[in-house]
């Protein structure tokens, strides 16, 4: 167990729809990632956010968004869903003593019908 | 534009030997590099991290090299045992992006 949780587990819904995936971190750690994993893509890093502020972007589609609160627990909010966003999506945290090494959560895998 | 390449999809080797596996890179020179395993369905777990000026890294029967001039690195697994089958991922910062991550090797351990 990473100690970072994901919520839900699983997520099925339809094409154009918007959906919230929830992210606690490591107790400690200030630094949250997302990530989306499909079978042909691999792991492809999406944004990340330190102690609530946006520290680095990468290939995340202007559909998709996210915030990191105060409590530190962040969301990625995913609107008009396609077929082609259905993957796992995983969080990850990275604290002030190690903070290169990033823990990952559990996941949500995301079903678009 | 960097690439990381991890050598196979699959390997599969008999329990008790070694596994080997590659990463290699091209257009960057990360500082250091890292390497995750994942299990089907959950999320990657890290195990180490080398550094540029490391040119090797142990921790119980996990051995990673990291060679700046080739740019590669391998992983090395000991004495194998079936619980050690998953799928390996190197990783390394590039640019803005905190870790890039290849595609994985999925190793297969037969006893």
Redesign the interface.
């Known amino acids: 167990d990473s100690g970072v949780t994901q919520t839900p587990k699983h997520l099925i819904t339809a094409t154009g729809q918007r959906v919230t995936l929830r992210c606690s971190p490591r107790s400690g750690d200030l630094s949250v990632y997302w990530y989306q994993q499909s079978l042909d893509q691999g792991l492809q890093f999406l944004i990340q956010y330190y102690n609530g502020e946006e520290r680095a972007k990468g290939n995340i589609l202007e559909r998709f968004s996210a915030q990191q609160f105060p409590d530190l627990h962040s969301e990625l909010n995913l609107s008009s869903l396609e077929l082609g966003d259905s993957a796992l999506y995983f969080c990850a945290s990275s604290g002030p003593r190690n903070p290169y090494e990033q823990y990952f959560g559990p996941g949500t895998r995301l079903t678009v019908t | 534009s960097q690439k990381i390449e991890q050598n196979s999809e699959a390997l599969n080797i008999q329990e008790g030997k070694t596994a080997t596996l590659t990463c290699n890179y091209t257009n960057y020179s990360p500082a250091?590099l890292?390497w995750y395993r994942q299990d089907p369905?959950?999320?990657?777990?890290?195990l180490l991290?080398i550094r540029e000026n490391e040119k090797e890294k142990r921790k119980e029967r996990l051995k990673v090299t990291f060679d700046t001039t080739l740019k590669q690195s391998l992983f090395h697994i000991t004495a194998s045992q079936p619980a050690d089958s998953a799928t390996y991922?190197c990783a390394f910062?590039s640019g803005?992006?905190?870790?890039?991550?290849?595609?994985?090797t999925r190793l297969s351990v037969i006893a």
């Open positions: 250091y890292q369905g959950r999320g990657p777990v890290f991290l991922l910062p803005n992006t905190p870790l890039v991550f290849g595609k994985g």
